[in-house]
């Protein structure tokens, strides 16, 4: 039998010590990413009750079935106030629906073209201004429709005012954009090139291939980026509060002014009401709304991602 040099005991005790210290450090570890993951889900707790809590003061002077039911909202009348949050939800709404009309075809017959036709130097090329469009602030795309895009759009539609619902949701449109391309793509991209060869055996051209094999495949990924994107329009602030005004009506007029959720809540908390009163409260009933808003838009995003989730 050999015989195990000193040196080699020595490497040997060195490795066992090297070991154990590892197998603390590795003990350590879960404990502190526990520890990071517990700091976010307080700060979530915090936030939900932190609304909770104001939302339950407005609603001690305010009915809440006429803030949910209410066509009328004038927290700022000297004479009869109204908290009826119909109005706002409408121009939300309608911030929404044109952003949405805007953002999801170009959105994905761009994603398609980057998954089916496009070489790997052309995405190299594009995917870099896709990323710069998502980084742009928000506040500049403001500017840009109150002083671009309405301008351009007053010389089709004399009666446009200049704040107004349609440039603010083109705008909102364009801004949402990469998150549709980028997340439509990676669904188109995980198809697996099996589809694409067995469609295109069949004698599909790569059109056909792309719309009636590809994009069914990835309906789940592509379903989801719209939900996320919609929540992502809800939840846009400085655009609208620049370009769409600040009149809460209640009508499908989008060639005037609106109001928000988001831009009331702006509104208000650049100082226009005091603290404790009811206007100060109801931005919080207002927050609340949003809240509710976009968290059920997130979890359908969820739901529709691991409901028809393909397994390949």
């Known amino acids: 039998m050999t015989s195990i040099k000193p040196t080699e005991k020595l490497r040997t005790r060195d490795v066992i010590a090297a070991a154990k210290k590892n197998e603390k450090f590795g003990k350590i570890i879960p404990h502190l990413l526990l ?3 517990s700091v976010t889900v307080l700060a979530t707790f915090g936030i939900i009750y932190t609304l909770l809590k104001e939302t339950f003061i407005f609603f001690q002077e305010v009915k809440i079935t006429d803030f949910i039911f209410g066509t009328e909202w004038a927290p700022f009348s000297n004479a009869d106030q109204a908290f009826g949050v119909l109005p706002l939800i409408t121009g ?35 995917k870099p201004i896709i990323e710069l469009l998502a980084g ?49 793509e990676d669904a188109l991209s995980a198809v697996p090139a099996s589809f694409r060869e067995g469609s ?29 994107a919609a929540s992502r329009a809800v939840g846009e602030t400085m655009i609208v509060s620049l370009a769409a005004g600040s009149t809460p009506v209640f009508n499908m007029d989008f060639t005037g002014s609106i109001q928000t959720m988001t831009s009331y ?48």
């Open 35 to 37: 520890a990071v993951t």
């Open 92 to 126: 939300t709404l309608k911030i929404a629906g044109v952003a949405l009309l805007i953002g999801v075809p170009f959105g994905l017959a761009c994603a398609i073209f980057l998954s089916e036709y496009a070489t790997p130097k052309i995405k190299k090329f594009i």
């Open 136 to 184: 742009i602030p928000t506040i500049v795309y403001g500017f840009f429709a109150l002083t671009v895009v309405t301008p351009w759009l007053q010389s089709f539609i004399p009666q446009l005012k200049l704040f107004n619902a349609l440039s603010a949701g083109i705008v909102v449109g364009i801004m949402i954009l990469p998150m549709i391309i980028s997340l439509s």
């Open 200 to 228: 295109y055996a069949l004698g599909s051209t790569r059109f056909e291939t792309a719309i009636k094999v590809v994009f069914p495949a990835a309906i789940s990924g592509i379903a989801a980026s719209i939900i996320l």
């Open 265 to 312: 809540i702006v509104q208000v908390a650049t100082g226009d009401a005091g603290y404790g009163t009811t206007i100060y409260y109801s931005i919080y009933a207002v927050g609340f709304m949003l809240f509710l808003f976009t968290f059920l838009m997130n979890r359908a995003a969820l739901y529709i991602k691991t409901k028809f989730r393909e397994e390949y």
